[in-house]
Structures are given as structure tokens and as C-alpha cells.
């Protein structure tokens, strides 16, 4: 899957401009936008047992990873489902009487309309000390 951020060097230059006010910024915005997305797939996961949809987490479960200066999150399903999600997830012909195929993926692909955008205005709005 490719994605393109077309705010992505405004994000760049608000970060240079923040300094460490600015990175938390990004850092509690991109845990929403990861929290956002992860209660829409836990709308869209099949159900049937219930196992799929309680292996899925955030991780880490309290605010973001950081290597160099990169921080991410991951939204992740499996667990004890591990065996059989990534099949429920891939396979667009299986009927489900609840949820769906691509129930992480999908709901990934939506919250990314727009992030860096949204990323980039909390960082500016940090700045201004008017975080939300």
C-alpha cells in the first residue's frame, strides 16, 4: 500500500520551529489518529467468538515508540487469534454476520485522508499553546 502526505513538509517545518513542544505534539496526535483508527476496526473485526477482536492493541499502550527521530505506534491483531487472523482478514469472499475483511487495514487506510494535516496543525497549535 502507498500513501502520500501532502502536508508532510509542513509537519517538517513546524517540528524544526517546535523543538520538544512540537514532538509531543506530534506524539499525543499520532496516538489519537491511532486510537481513532483502531476503534474503527474494532467496529468493522468479524466476530465470532470474540477472540479476534479482543487480540487487537496498540502498542505501546501508553503513548508512542521513539527510535532516533522517528515515532510511531502499532496497531496490531492476533494474540491468540494469531492462527487464523490474518485469513479473516485477507479473505474478501468469507461471509461474516458481523465485521468484515480488511477490518484494520480499511479503517488505516481512511484515518490517513488528511493526518498530516491534523498532525501538523496540534504541533502549530502547540506553539501557540492552544493544544487540544
Known amino acids: 500500500m502507498e500513501i502520500y502526505f501532502p502536508d508532510l513538509e509542513r509537519i517538517q517545518k513546524a517540528l524544526a520551529a517546535s523543538g520538544p513542544a512540537g514532538v509531543k505534539a506530534a506524539a499525543r496526535a499520532l496516538r489519537n489518529e491511532a486510537q481513532e483508527a483502531f476503534a474503527n476496526s474494532q467496529d468493522e473485526v468479524p466476530v465470532d467468538t470474540g477472540a479476534l477482536k479482543a487480540s487487537g492493541r496498540i502498542r505501546p499502550e501508553v503513548g508512542v515508540f521513539e527510535r532516533g ?26 461471509y461474516h454476520p458481523h465485521g468484515k475483511a480488511k477490518y484494520l487495514e480499511d479503517p488505516l487506510v481512511r484515518q490517513v485522508n488528511g493526518i498530516a494535516g491534523r498532525i501538523a496543525d496540534k504541533i502549530e497549535r502547540s506553539m501557540r499553546g492552544t493544544v487540544q
Open 69 to 94: 527521530n522517528e515515532v510511531y505506534v502499532e496497531l496490531t491483531y492476533g494474540g491468540s487469534a494469531t492462527e487464523y487472523s490474518i485469513y479473516v482478514h485477507e479473505n474478501l469472499e468469507a
